[in-house]
């Protein structure tokens, strides 16, 4: 479904990918795992076409993507769901949500208040009212009210309250229900590993390793190395 | 007391129309992050747009929808054509290009019409004053006034209860996020800049049989809009409708005692709002 061809992308006036090349399959879970600036977010965001891509080729549904402008990204059936939460503070939950649905999406709103019984009794409360923890939830929502082909979670679970990180996870949980295909990056190594089908790790911009899931629990040492701090 | 009363009705007219004016220019900061320097020019080519088509005889109801038309129509070229391209560059060029459209759409209406400056008669159910017991109001003013707050009334409307809206309150807020959404930002930032300089027009449009018109009448009605936008709160839509009002009651009780001291008084007030809290009245950031 998505292609990732010897990429190269820049945050800011960086480098952070360098020929960075991954590919997903359609109904897979795919974790992102790195340190801390290893480039995670930047191949979201490359992905997206919020960070420009330098060199290489990513293709969706066998189509090029890398050039095209975000909302026309979007619109093919990529949604990303930013580590920043990015929620719309002015606009009620369901204002958000809403904002983010598309005709024909199975995740109507009504569907998703459902799914995050923990936002559904502050549908009317501005998004800036919220905690941390309900706000992802609310941008989660807000991301699957596309009815992405593709979901792109950049930390669902950073900085969250343990019953946030478990709502998160029952969340992750149903989506691997859906089939929905999904690149997850998290730092919650056991997490991504819950859902994972596959992982792929970065290191300094570089795609150093890739295995499945079944691999990386029965040498869980090949994966930490890549994430413990120097 | 009368007087007062009589002035501070006459206030709150006048401060609709600068309401009108300020939620315009708010939109565009709001969205752009830009402020619009042609928000002036735009302001003076509704007026003369509504001039245009009431001296071709159209009902005036048809030229003020014109001013506002025109000045859309203006803001969306500006916009598509201008501001757009310079995106990747500085915000001071944005801000030259706005300015120096200004002094373009300026010139062009002095070729057009000459230096002389244009006035309008209001329509005759629109002339003449109501009796109110206690004074006569004009009836243009309470036209002005219904006017304004119609215009505003749908704006909101659109703002707050449509798709389109909800998708310019979450793009002045993040614009990045808005086009993960799906969302064309460039036609949204087009949209909402035509919207706002048709609204500019508008009060052009209104103001036209109340201060008549030249090239560079739209100046001081700029400034004042500026110092609404500021004393309102940048960021805050309707903070500016509610200083535009009351600037309007502010500046007219202040001729009651000191006419020379009127314009003054809107840069003071605005002084100190900003000096006890720099957010303005109604500002979120």
Known sequence: MLTLSSIDAYYGQSQALHGVSFDVAEGEILALLGRNG???????????????????????DGRVISGLPTHKIARAGVTLVPETRDAFSLLSVEENIRLGYRTGSPYTVERLLEMFPIIREFRL???????????QLMVMARGLAMGPKLLLLDEPSQGL????????????????????????????????LDVADRVVILEDGVAVDALSRAAALADPARVEKHLAVH | MNLVAAQIVNGLAIGMLYAVMALGLSIIKGLLNVPNFAHG???????????????????????????????????????????????GGSYLLQVLFLFG????????????????????????????????????L????????????????????LIEKTRI??????????????????????????????????????????ALPLLGAN?????????????????????????????????????????????????????????????????????ER
Request: aromatic share 8%.
């Open chain 2, 41 to 87: 020019a735009l302001f003076a080519v509704g007026a003369y747009v509504c001039y245009t088509l009431s001296t071709i005889g159209a009902p005036f109801a048809v030229a003020l929808i014109g001013a506002f038309s025109g000045a859309a129509l203006l803001g969306f070229l500006i916009e598509r054509f201008g501001i757009a391209n310079l995106t």
């Open chain 1, 38 to 60: 290893a480039g995670k977010t930047t191949t979201l965001r490359a992905i997206m076409g919020l960070n420009r891509v330098a060199r290489g080729v990513v293709r969706f």
């Open chain 2, 165 to 206: 809206g909800s998708s310019i309150r979450a793009g002045i807020e993040r614009r990045e996020m808005v086009q993960c959404l799906g969302i064309d930002i460039g036609t949204l930032l087009t949209l909402g800049f035509a919207l706002g300089a048709g609204m500019a027009g508008l009060a052009g449009g209104i």
């Open chain 2, 138 to 157: 004009p009836r243009y003013l309470v036209f002005c006034a219904l006017v304004g707050a119609f215009s505003i009334v749908a704006v909101w409307l």
């Open chain 1, 125 to 135: 409360k501005k998004g800036g009212e919220l905690s941390g923890g309900q706000q």
């Open chain 2, 215 to 283: 090239a560079t009448s739209g100046n001081d009605m700029m400034a004042i809009a500026f110092v609404v936008l500021v004393l309102g709160g940048l960021g805050s839509l309707y903070g500016a409708v509610a200083a535009g009002i009351l600037i309007g009651v502010a500046q007219s009780l202040t001729t009651l005692v000191a006419p020379s001291a009127s314009t003054l008084l809107i840069y003071v007030i605005m002084t100190v709002v900003l000096l006890i809290g720099p957010k303005g009245l109604f500002g």
């Open chain 2, 101 to 136: 459209t200004a002094l373009v759409i300026e010139q062009i209406l002095v070729l057009i019409y000459g230096t002389t400056g244009v006035s309008l008669v209001p329509p005759a159910m629109l002339g003449g004053a109501m009796d109110l017991g206690f004074m006569f």
């Open chain 1, 161 to 192: 309250a343990p019953i946030m990180v478990n709502a998160v996870a029952e969340v992750l949980s149903a989506l691997r229900r859906d089939r929905l295909t999904v690149i997850l990056v998290e730092q919650n190594l056991r997490m991504a």
